[in-house]
């Protein structure tokens, strides 16, 4: 497709292309960030590909010159569904994971 590893979003049942006018790539990560944690919470998986060939990806889409275009979100039902909850205790406590000022 539009990608060396973005086959999977032709197969998918629907895919989300991440554009935005800027190009300020942090907006963009938080967004994808957001809608994959919404799309799990429902029991729907989902993967990013990254535009390699944007040229490509651009005319399939027809996203517009002035437009940056980097990710597409592909989302659908997993093959075999994931458990949705964590293990009771499966979390290291806080101590063990956070740092105050030093390390």
């Known amino acids: 497709m539009c990608g060396n590893y973005a086959k999977h979003v032709a197969q998918a049942a629907f895919a989300v ?3 935005s006018s800027t190009g300020w790539t942090f907006d963009i990560g938080q ?3 957001y809608l994959q944690l919404a799309a799990w919470s429902l029991g729907v998986s989902s993967c990013i590909a990254t535009m390699q060939k944007e040229a490509e990806a651009r005319q399939v889409l027809g996203v517009p010159q002035t437009m940056h275009l980097e990710i597409v979100i592909a989302f659908g039902y997993a093959a075999r569904p994931q458990p949705q909850k964590g293990k009771l205790g499966g979390r290291q406590p806080l101590a063990e994971v956070v740092h105050w000022e030093r390390w």
Do not use: F, M, R
Request: zero cysteines; proline letters at 0%.
């Open 17 to 19: 292309a991440l554009v």
């Open 31 to 33: 967004t994808a960030a």
